[in-house]
Structure formats: C-alpha cells, structure tokens
Nanobody
Framework: QVQLVESGGGLVQAGGSLRLACAASGLTFSRYTVGWFRQVPGKEREFVAAIRWGGGATDYADSVKGRFTISRDSSKNTVYLQMSSLKPEDTAVYYC????????????????WGQGTQVTVSS
C-alpha cells in the first residue's frame, strides 16, 4: 500500500523558514516525479514545486521562485521543501504527491497524495 506522509508544518513569523518533508512507503521515489501543492480553504489546490527523481530537474511556481527549494534524499526515500522568506500568503495546507509524468504541474497528473501539513505564517 502506497503512503505519503508530510511533516514539518507549523506556525512561523513572516520572514522565517520551515522545512517540510515527504516520506514514502510502498513506493520508491526514484521512479517518480514528486510535487508539492498547497491549498487554502475555498480555493483550488495549487502547484508549488516538483522534482524529477532521475536527473533532479526541478520546477517552481512563480510565487515561490527564489524562496523555496525542493530536494530529495534517495537513502531516506524522502523529498523536502525548504521554505524561506515566508509570507502570510504562503499560509496553507501543503501536500506532497507522486506522478509518473515528467515534472508535472497539474493535479490530474498526480496519483498518490499525502494527508497534508498545515503551514501558518503570521504577519
């Protein structure tokens, strides 16, 4: 059974940093693209970042470029999202997901999803 588990969310002041982690079981990330998405109540889930395991190519939403970094640790089968210079508008539930597409940025191309972790940025 495939399971993705996010961790690392919490409350942080604007300008601060957090690192989210996405650990997988029942699935080896080395064959997938892994993406991070976020969702605010009443709004659609939006793409944040993705990493292609083979080669490590990455893609980011314009709103987080230069502030967020996605990376992976193959020994731990875990993907990270380092978030810096956080803004109140980054407040959301963050989800990780896996896809067989190359650097997919749309929800429909992702197959497995985690349960999400809350990130709250205070002003």
């Amino acid at each position: 059974q495939v399971q993705l588990v996010e961790s690392g969310g919490g409350l942080v002041q604007a300008g601060g940093s957090l690192r989210l982690a996405c650990a997988a079981s029942g699935l080896t990330f080395s064959r997938y693209t892994v993406g991070w998405f976020r969702q605010v109540p009443g709004k659609e889930r939006e793409f944040v970042a993705a990493i292609r395991w083979g080669g490590g190519a990455t893609d980011y939403a314009d709103s987080v470029k230069g502030r967020f970094t996605i990376s992976r640790d193959s020994s731990k089968n875990t993907v990270y999202l380092q978030m810096s210079s956080l803004k109140p508008e980054d407040t959301a539930v963050y989800y990780c997901a896996s896809s067989t597409f190359l650097l997919a940025t749309t929800l429909g191309k992702y197959d497995y999803w985690g349960q999400g972790t809350q990130v709250t940025v205070s002003s």
